[in-house]
């Protein structure tokens, strides 16, 4: 079974990343043969700055290979390295019809926010069914919000497959449903474009002082307080098994517990957590040739499996 996924590299990762996707995409790699691609082809739909795009995309490289991916049991690589892709997309353009584009909900999204779109953009999810089609993916685990260019993907491959040959598989998403969403600091969802995020990775300082910012109702340390509503124990859950969270709801309910105790609790928690990330991150900065290396390699292998594709696409097509 091919198990397959990309991420776009875009800035530094929080905890929201974490326990809503990357730590999945460790988890998985168990399970089958698993590519993982920093997407940074679609990046360029967004116009970033060259500079900024490459560092993203050692960021992010650094970032799974610090919370758990193997090298040894996956494929990490650059989208870019394998440029097959875009050969693919530019096929696979001429059985894709503009309305099903047209339909696409991140598309309609981005108009609605006032982006002035480029065709890039619009065809996004072509590009992304031929990264998920060009190494016969079986497994595509993705977030909610990409299920519909899943769906997309199946609607191309199938096209495809009925004019010119059973040549692609057909992909199904996993989607993992008991993800909660995790809260930011301000209490709506942590995301980098409102500011609110808690880093995976940053100095101590900073950290301790992002998490004393977080924001709760203004009750006084001896008032008792309602651990279901309070964004300090939603984010303390993340991190901490069941006796010690039922403890501190406990502390919530008794009163003479106060907010910054559990700012304290939920700093120290999420600290001893990332701790062996943290230094496996150290080890990997002091040692950029092995991260380049790695993708070098990931990017060999998975352009191999994408010529073979290829040369199927192109004899079906008529283009040899
Ligand atoms: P951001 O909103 O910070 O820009 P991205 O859109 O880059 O985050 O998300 C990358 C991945 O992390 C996606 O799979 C997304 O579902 C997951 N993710 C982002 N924010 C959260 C959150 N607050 N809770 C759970 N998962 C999240
Ligand atoms: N569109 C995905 C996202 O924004 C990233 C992506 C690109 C992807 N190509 C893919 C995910 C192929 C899975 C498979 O999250």
Redesign the pocket.
């Known amino acids: 079974m091919r198990i397959?996924?990309?991420?776009?590299p875009s800035g530094t990762p929080h905890i929201g990343n974490y326990f809503g996707?990357m730590r999945q995409v460790c988890s998985i790699q168990d399970k089958g043969e698993t590519f993982i691609?920093l997407?940074d082809y679609?990046s360029l739909t967004t116009g970033p700055d060259p500079e900024q795009l490459r560092q993203n995309v050692l960021e992010l490289a650094l970032n799974y290979l610090s919370c758990g991916v193997d090298p040894q049991k996956s494929v990490l690589f650059r989208?870019s390295d394998v440029p097959e892709v875009c050969e693919l997309t530019w096929i696979l353009n001429n059985v894709t019809p503009v309305g099903l584009l047209e339909r696409a909900h991140?598309y309609k999204d981005k108009i609605a926010k006032g982006f002035s779109p480029n065709n890039g953009l619009f065809s996004?999810p072509v590009?992304?069914a031929s990264?998920?089609l060009i190494y016969g993916?079986n497994l595509?685990?993705?977030?909610k919000?990409?299920k519909q260019?899943?769906e997309i993907t199946r609607d191309i491959a199938i096209k495809f497959n009925n004019q010119y040959g059973e040549i692609f598989t057909i992909p199904e998403e996993l989607i993992p449903e008991e993800v909660a969403i995790v809260p930011g600091i301000d209490g709506q969802k942590m995301s980098k474009s409102y500011n609110n995020t808690i880093p995976i990775f940053g100095k101590e300082k900073a950290i301790r002082k992002t998490i004393m910012n977080i924001v709760t109702d203004c009750k006084q340390l001896e008032d008792p307080k309602d651990p279901d509503s309070c964004n300090v124990v939603a984010l303390f859950k993340l991190f901490a098994s069941g006796e010690e969270l039922e403890e501190m709801k406990a502390k919530y309910r008794a009163g003479g517990y106060g907010y910054g105790h559990a700012k304290q609790a939920l700093f120290e928690k999420m600290w001893s957590y990332f701790e062996p990330m943290r230094q496996k991150r150290a080890e990997l900065e002091n040692n950029l040739d092995f991260v380049w290396e790695v993708l070098r390699k990931g990017g060999e292998k998975a352009r191999e499996e994408a010529q073979m594709t290829m040369d199927k696409v192109r004899k079906a097509v008529g283009l040899r």
């Open positions: 397959l996924t990309g991420i776009q996707a691609f997407a679609h989208q991140s996004y590009l992304m990264d998920i993916s595509v685990p993705v977030g919000d990409q260019h899943l």
